[in-house]
């Protein structure tokens, strides 16, 4: 089956602890990215990757890292988390950057941090 | 930069009965997309309907339609029939064509359909 997977579905952790959200897809998608979404302001993007060893900066970057290093693999890295990052956190990945391809999004991920 | 608008918070709408929900935008694109995206209680993000700005015809799937209205930067959602399983939160959403799949969404509608 088609599916993008994210782990784990719910975390509650404390400010500072390094924490990292991981993201696969088994559709061999060239572009990846990761959304933020909080009450009112809909889904923003972190992050996204054109294709392996290739990423950028989206609309609310701060705090995050990425990388990736297989096709396959779009981990979300916080190093020091603060509360101001509590939000659910989506995956997506489509078929290639460039051209209109749907965009396939994981199950989401709750992240709490107190 | 492209901004989406939702400036309902909240519907209801009885069973098997007709709303519509909005949606305005501002870019200065002229190639582009617009999505309705579904989000269940389950928080799955489920593609509704997809709508080329090129196009005139407005987009249809199934129960689902858009009014889509380019020179007022409108794209309105219409379900027909309500359902139950139509309870979700609703996000309109921006793509720019030719220029990478970020989407750029909107603050969402919940969409409360009663029985």
């Known amino acids: 089956e088609a599916q993008v997977t994210q782990n784990p579905r719910y975390l509650i952790t404390v400010t500072g602890k390094k924490l990292t959200v991981t993201c696969s897809q088994n559709?061999?998608?060239?572009?990846m990215s990761w959304y933020r979404q909080d009450p009112g302001l809909g889904l923003r993007q972190i992050y996204y990757?054109?294709?392996?060893?290739?990423?950028d900066k989206g609309d609310v970057p701060e705090g995050y890292k990425v990388s990736r290093k297989e096709k396959r693999n779009f981990p979300l890295i916080l190093e020091s988390p603060s509360p101001n990052q509590t939000s659910l956190y989506f995956c997506?990945?489509?078929?290639?950057?460039?051209?209109?391809?749907?965009?396939?999004f994981g199950p989401g991920t709750r992240l709490t941090v107190t | 930069a492209q901004t989406v608008t939702q400036s309902q918070p909240e519907m209801s709408v009885q069973e098997a009965e007709t709303v519509t929900l909005s949606c305005t935008y501002d870019?200065?694109?002229?190639?582009?997309?617009l999505f309705w995206y579904k989000q269940p209680p389950s928080r799955q993000m489920i593609l509704v309907i997809r709508?080329?700005?090129?196009?005139?015809q407005n987009a249809t799937e199934n129960r689902f339609s858009v009014n889509f209205q380019k020179a007022a930067k409108s794209f309105s959602l219409k379900i027909s029939d309500s359902q139950l399983g139509d309870t979700a939160m609703y996000f309109c959403?921006?793509?720019?064509?030719?220029?990478?799949?970020?989407?750029?969404f909107g603050g969402g509608t919940r969409l409360m359909v009663k029985p």
């Open positions: 997506a990945s489509s078929l290639q950057y460039f051209g209109v391809s749907e965009q396939y």
């Open positions: 559709m061999n998608h060239e572009y």
């Open positions: 990757s054109m294709n392996v060893e290739v990423t």
């Open positions: 870019t200065s694109e002229s190639n582009y997309y």
């Open positions: 709508q080329e700005a090129y196009k005139q």
């Open positions: 959403a921006f793509m720019k064509g030719n220029a990478g799949n970020m989407l750029t």
